[in-house]
């Protein structure tokens, strides 16, 4: 089993910056995999955010966050790194981090793995 546990999350004011972490522990997780960034705002459903390839380091971001957000990764720290920039409150929501062996179905929603989020506010 993997375990991912989030970090980072906070308040902020529209047009700031915040940094949300992703630690991975238990199994190692093979250099095929694939780590992201779902996030869920209230009332609406889970929407993909980013993920990058454990072994390429290939990145990937949905159109809303492209340009303001930035996903990066320690390998050697099994850490993944969030880095939102020009927050929005549309930004405002819990942030997951997950993982999976497939780029698609992670986008799609269903990676293997989850970790419990992290709240980030975004006020105006």
């Known amino acids: 089993q993997v375990q991912l546990v989030e970090s980072g999350g906070g308040l902020v004011q529209a047009g700031g910056s915040l940094r949300v972490s992703c630690a991975a522990s238990?199994?190692?997780?093979?250099?095929?995999?694939?780590m992201g960034w779902f996030r869920q705002a209230p009332g609406k459903e889970r929407e993909f955010v980013a993920a990058?390839?454990?072994?390429?380091?290939?990145?990937y971001y949905a159109d809303s966050v492209k340009g303001r957000f930035t996903i990066a990764r320690d390998s050697a720290k099994r850490m993944v790194y969030l880095q939102m920039n020009s927050l929005k409150p549309e930004d405002t929501a819990v942030y997951y981090c997950?993982?999976?062996?497939?780029?698609?179905?992670?986008?799609?929603?269903?990676?293997?793995?989850w970790g419990r989020g992290t709240q980030v506010t975004v006020s105006s």
């Open positions: 990058i390839s454990w072994n390429t380091g290939n990145t």
């Open positions: 997950t993982a999976d062996q497939s780029l698609n179905r992670l986008r799609a929603g269903g990676p293997d793995y």
């Open positions: 238990g199994r190692t997780l093979g250099s095929y995999y694939f």
